[in-house]
């Protein structure tokens, strides 16, 4: 392996000779130089950054130049990355993913809504394996979701086809479907 090869070697496992939590924290000095030369290029960022770092770390300089080359870099475009990430999800105050969850949540909910409705509720059959209309209060609140809330209407012994028509069921999914849309 020449000198050469070593240098970059030992650069890239050996760690920086300035911390960043130091006081020439790399990251920072790359910040601080972007932001007082807003249009400088790479390159000449790359050399301004050589030089406050050549101050900072007097011994091995034959690490200088492969380190600040590596951090830099790394640095850099981690910068860069960031910056363009936060542009592209901020929109006034939120982010495109989340409204765009949002969105599509509500869309799914509003069609098992509208689905829901043409469905006759006390027709359907619970994972008891009973029907609706044939099921007690009590088993629709151990069946869970929508069904709890049914089960809450009544007594646990009560059966729910005598109790509650096909109409109340409709409010009641009505009820359970805006409340989880308002979360």
Not at 28 to 45: F, Q, T
Not at 83 to 96: H, Q, W
Not at 160 to 170: F, I, N, S, Y
Request: net charge positive.
């Amino acid at each position: 392996m020449t000198m050469e090869m070593e240098i970059a070697h030992q650069a890239t496992y050996a760690g920086p000779l300035v911390h960043k939590t130091s006081e020439e924290n790399p990251a920072k000095v790359i910040l601080e130089l972007m932001g007082d030369h807003p249009s400088a290029s790479r390159e000449e960022l790359m050399r301004q950054f050589r030089k406050r770092m050549s101050v900072a770390v007097t011994e091995t300089p034959g690490f200088l130049t492969p380190l600040c080359d590596r951090y830099f870099y790394h640095e850099y475009n981690n910068i860069l990355a960031y910056r363009r990430r936060s542009e592209r999800e901020s929109v006034d105050g939120g982010t495109r993913r989340v409204r765009a969850r949002r969105e599509q949540e509500e869309k799914a909910v509003k069609a098992a809504t509208k689905r829901i409705v043409k469905a006759v509720l006390l027709d359907l059959v619970l994972p008891t394996g009973k029907v609706a209309r044939d099921s007690t209060f009590g088993e629709c609140r151990r069946v869970g979701g929508f069904w709890a809330e049914v089960g809450k209407r009544g007594k646990p012994d009560e059966i729910v086809g005598k109790m509650l028509t096909e109409a109340d069921l409709r409010t009641i999914w009505r009820e359970t479907s805006a409340s989880r849309l308002r979360r």
